[in-house]
């Protein structure tokens, strides 16, 4: 697999600022790396000597493992940095340990972070391409594309195609989620039709005029009003982003905004090729019940499986445009 083309900017902060092109250049790729992770040797060499910084001062799971893996199957050599355990629990400030980091010469660098707005903190200080792991409760593109990548695998279309006809609903705590920002983006530049639900304390406000996306304080009307959905994309709340209680008990929640059995049954007897998708961590019992995310239609750990190949389509891409000197490809 060779490239036809690079990245319209130099760092992948956000969805914001993305071109369709960009967007269809990344999902691509990623299309391309899929079928190399299906092979028995799942490695690649095209960033043999590359240095990969891997600096998350958050917690997390997936998209850490996602993002080592990434750089491992490219070929890449990997720093990995956690704020836990490490001198910003002795009060070192964020572009002191970032300019310690840069003496290492990362040609790369991910970052996830609780401000809004560290990775432009980064780009202060770093000269490698930054890619954004998540940003407060900003932006978490990586998360965004990934999901447009496993619909359009699902559905069996090119990138090119887009997701025109596609309608899918966002459910859960919008106003303090990193990835229904990124995917308000998204989706309707790939040609989806969005719906946003919640409580209406986890609703910006004002969120018609930001985004190209309908809004509902009914869930219900919202997975079951006009044209069928074709996915149902379930949000947990951020409790750890919120100043105070925002939704009552995790039952009041569960039975007002959580995806349960009998709720997605609806969606289902509209369009029974609906899915279920989830950034994860999830909350079973509280967003979505277990046999929901357990079920035929839930595409949750396919979301897993195609985050490794779009973070090497990220990695690979930033890399071609930053130095224009990857070689080789998934060739």
């Not at 989830?278 to 985050?307: C, F, K, W, Y």
């Amino acid at each position: 697999m060779t490239t036809k083309g690079v990245l319209s900017l130099p760092h992948l902060m956000g969805i914001e600022g993305l071109t369709r092109d960009d967007a269809t250049l990344l999902l691509d790729t990623a299309r391309s790396f899929i079928e190399v992770n299906t092979r028995q040797l799942k490695k690649v060499p095209a960033l043999r000597g590359r240095l990969v910084a891997l600096m998350f001062f958050e917690n997390s799971t997936r998209t850490r493992l996602s993002f080592e893996l990434a750089a491992k199957r490219l070929s890449a050599d990997t720093l990995s940095f956690s704020s836990s355990g490490s001198s910003v629990s002795k009060g070192e400030t964020l572009l002191d340990t970032a300019a310690n980091i840069e003496a290492m010469k990362p040609d790369l660098v991910v970052v996830r972070h609780e401000a809004s707005g560290a990775p432009w903190m980064l780009e202060r200080v770093m000269s490698g391409a930054i890619a954004n792991a998540g940003d407060g409760n900003h932006e978490h593109p990586t998360q965004a594309l990934l999901d447009a990548m496993t619909l359009l695998h699902r559905s069996q279309r090119q990138p090119k195609d887009g997701l025109a006809g596609k309608t899918v609903c966002i459910v859960g705590d919008i106003s303090r989620s990193r990835v229904a920002r990124s995917n308000m983006l998204l989706l309707p530049l790939l040609g989806a039709k969005v719906r946003v639900a919640g409580p209406a304390t986890m609703l910006p406000a004002g969120l018609r005029d930001v985004y190209d996306v309908e809004v509902f304080d009914d869930v219900d009307e919202a997975l079951c009003s006009g044209a069928p959905v074709d996915a149902v994309m379930m949000l947990r709340i951020q409790k750890e982003r919120a100043a105070r209680a925002v939704m009552g008990s995790d039952d009041d929640y569960a039975v007002g905004y959580g995806l349960t059995k009998d709720r997605f049954a609806r969606v289902l007897a509209r369009n029974d090729a609906a899915l279920v998708m989830h950034p994860g961590p999830m909350n079973r019992g509280v967003e979505i019940d277990a046999e929901v995310a357990d079920s035929p239609h839930s595409v949750i750990l396919e979301q897993t499986e195609t985050g490794v190949a779009v973070r090497m389509a990220v990695l690979y891409l930033l890399a071609l445009g930053h130095s224009r000197g990857v070689e080789g490809g998934a060739a």
